[in-house]
């Protein structure tokens, strides 16, 4: 439904963020490197983003490339994956290095501590 919301970071909590688009304030889930790499409060910022609608919630997830979105289109498709363990994941490694190891079938690396989402 959108493709990206580009305003005024108003505000930076730990899961997410809050961007101000023409007096409307936009809750923005976010991984935590993508919090700490999104800018200043005040700045103008720009996420690319996925609108997620259950029956009890209806949540906005940001992501501040393409590639990082594309990755969490790609976990969410994994049984028993679900949005909060992709943003994790996407907090502990790059989609690239996650890409080349799934490709290249390296077990060792996609079950290092620092990846481990279970």
């Known amino acids: 439904m959108f493709a ?7 505000m930076k909590m730990t899961e ?8 409307l304030g936009y809750k923005i ?3 935590e490197v993508g ?4 800018g200043k409060i005040g700045d103008i910022v720009k996420v690319h983003t996925y609108y997620r609608v259950r029956e009890d919630d209806i949540s906005i ?6 590639e990082e979105l594309k990755m969490f289109e790609l976990l969410l498709g994994v ?10 994941m996407l907090a502990t490694c790059e989609p690239s290095d ?6 290249s079938e390296d077990v060792k690396a996609l079950t290092r501590n620092t990846w481990y989402w279970a």
């Open 98 to 103: 996650f890409a080349l190891a799934v490709i």
């Open 61 to 66: 997830y940001g992501f501040n490339t393409l």
């Open 79 to 88: 049984s028993g994956v679900g949005a909060k363990t992709a943003l994790t």
């Open 29 to 31: 889930f976010m991984s």
């Open 35 to 38: 919090i700490e790499n999104i």
């Open 16 to 23: 997410y963020v809050v961007i101000d688009v023409g007096g």
């Open 4 to 10: 990206y919301i580009k305003g005024t970071l108003e």
